[in-house]
């Protein structure tokens, strides 16, 4: 049992450092700080909820839903917002649905 936990607890520590590998800003905000940032109205898109342009924040959360979770219902999680691109209230860029995508 503990070399199960063991091999379980290695493919979570694996999973988080792949998806802090993958974390970029998108280039169409300018960082003002690690909590604020601007963005032209021109490309606001349809979403104009700052998670949204917010590529550093989706990553966070992702890693920090997924350190919360047990490894099937993370790989789950991960394959939901790349097929959905949602997770309840949170809408996530095109770009971080698609670098999420060999993870799953």
Known sequence: MQTLKARITK???QLQRELASL?????????????CFTLRVSH???NWTPF????????AFIIDKVN???????ITFI??????????????APEVRQKLQPLA
Do not use: M
């Not at 949204?52 to 990553?59: L, R």
């Not at 394959?79 to 996530?92: E, L, M, V």
């Open 11 to 13: 493919l979570k520590k």
């Open 23 to 35: 974390s970029e800003d998108n280039p169409k905000i300018k960082r003002l700080s690690s909590s």
């Open 44 to 46: 606001l898109e349809d």
């Open 52 to 59: 949204y342009h917010d590529w550093g924040s989706q990553y």
């Open 68 to 74: 919360s979770l047990p490894v099937e219902q993370a």
């Open 79 to 92: 394959k939901g917002i790349i097929d959905k691109g949602k997770y309840t209230h949170h809408y996530f």
